[in-house]
Nanobody
Framework: QVQLVESGGGSVQAGGSLRLSCAAS????????MGWFRQAPGKEREFVGT????????YYADSVKGRFTISRDNAKNTVYLQMNSLKPEDSALYYC????????????????????WGQGTQVTVSS
């Protein structure tokens, strides 16, 4: 069993920055990828980005490319989401996700591909 604990959410004005963290604990001996999804009120949960644990390769949603950066600290089993140039449409509940087995490119963007989720941290961007 793996547990995820997120931190770093909050409120910021448009154009500002926030950094989210997510620490994994428990049976973390095998992590294939970690990353982030988000869900705004009345909308479906959407992919933000992930990072593969072995080689650090990152994947991003088009909507955040160039503004958000995912990084990891393998020793701490922690993934980070640096969010810059935030927009009001980035406001959402951000969830950390983890997958311990290999994932295909086509499935990476699907919430159903991840069986370990954090509790979520709120990000609010005001205009």
């Amino acid at each position: 069993q793996v547990q995820l604990v997120e931190s770093g959410g909050g409120s910021v004005q448009a154009g500002g920055s926030l950094r989210l963290s997510c620490a994994a604990s428990g049976r973390t001996f095998s992590i294939y990828t970690m990353g982030w999804f988000r869900q705004a009120p009345g909308k479906e949960r959407e992919f933000v980005g992930t990072i593969d644990w072995s080689d650090g390769v990152t994947y991003y949603a088009d909507s955040v490319k160039g503004r958000f950066t995912i990084s990891r600290d393998n020793a701490k089993n922690t993934v980070y989401l640096q969010m810059n140039s935030l927009k009001p449409e980035d406001s959402a509940l951000y969830y950390c996700v983890l997958r311990q087995t290999r994932i295909s490119s086509s499935h990476r963007y699907l919430p159903s591909a991840y069986n370990t989720w954090g509790q979520g941290t709120q990000v609010t961007v005001s205009s």
